[in-house]
């Protein structure tokens, strides 16, 4: 579903991604993790050209994206992205907030869009939210405006970097619980996390950056529990 081949990344002289290879398949959860500045963000900002690569390839459902507007604007119809600080529109509600995608990128119609939106709010548990601005919100209700909002491009992927690492720790679990329901019901998603519980959980598949490349990939139970890479031990000792 999501293909990516030999990706580099520099800012200015700093090489940030040296050839990252990422393969996603339909439904699988990928979780990355790896130390902070390993290149995770800059990986998924790439990956949906929020930040143009130097070089390498992404491929979408087999379509290689092209640096051309027409095909980044479709990309962004697939592959949508919920960010740490969860990026809502601080002047519009939040059912304003998700509606803002179907409306404006896809051109639906305003009254299926608040049909969709309503659906899509009662689905993260903020139907009763729907009408207030995101100021009033807790950051995990925040977060979970902007999953519903995310989910409102009806994407094939969505991409999650350390969706829950901006909160307090009581309200990890509401956010969590909300990817854990999409999980189950098949979503395409590669997740950046430093929750190794959760990753544990969900994770299809693990894969751990370090200074800019993939060092080591496998399950759950292989990375974690048996690591072929001693940098990747070293990391894991300091998360958990
Ligand atoms: P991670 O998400 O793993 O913490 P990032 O992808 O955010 O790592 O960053 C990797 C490296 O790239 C860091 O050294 C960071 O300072 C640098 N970097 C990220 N974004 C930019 C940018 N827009 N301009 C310059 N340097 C950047
Ligand atoms: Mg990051």
């Known amino acids: 579903m999501v293909e990516v081949k030999n990706l580099k990344k520099n800012f200015g002289t700093l090489e940030v991604l040296k050839g990252v290879d990422l393969k ?12 902070s500045g390993s290149g995770k963000s800059t990986l998924l900002r790439c990956i949906n050209f929020l930040e143009m690569p130097n070089s390498g390839k992404v491929y979408i459902n087999g379509e290689e994206v092209k640096k051309k507007n027409h095909d980044i604007d479709s990309l962004r119809r697939k592959v949508s992205m919920v960010f740490q600080h969860f990026n809502l529109f601080p002047h519009k509600t939040v059912i304003e907030n ?17 049909k969709l939106a309503k659906l899509l709010l009662k689905k993260v548990g903020l139907e009763d939210k729907a009408n207030v601005y995101p100021e009033m919100l807790s950051g995990g209700q925040k977060q979970r405006v902007a999953i519903a909002r995310s989910l409102a491009m009806e994407p094939d992927v969505i991409l999650f970097d350390e969706p829950t690492s901006a909160l307090d720790p009581e309200l990890v679990g509401e956010v969590i619980a909300v990817i854990n329901d999409l999980a189950k019901e098949g979503m395409t998603m590669v ?8 990753a544990r959980e969900v994770a299809d ?36």
Do not use: C, Y
């Open 191 to 198: 997740i950046v996390t430093h929750e190794i519980w959760f």
């Open 98 to 114: 998700v509606m803002e995608g179907p409306t404006q990128v896809t051109k639906m119609s305003k009254v299926k869009a608040t």
């Open 205 to 240: 598949k693990v894969i751990v950056m370090d200074e800019g490349v993939i060092i080591e990939e496998g399950s759950a139970d292989k990375v974690f529990n048996n690591p072929d890479n001693e940098r990747t031990a070293q990391f894991l000792k300091q998360v958990t």
């Open 24 to 35: 996603v398949k339909e439904k699988d959860i990928v979780v990355i993790i790896g130390p």
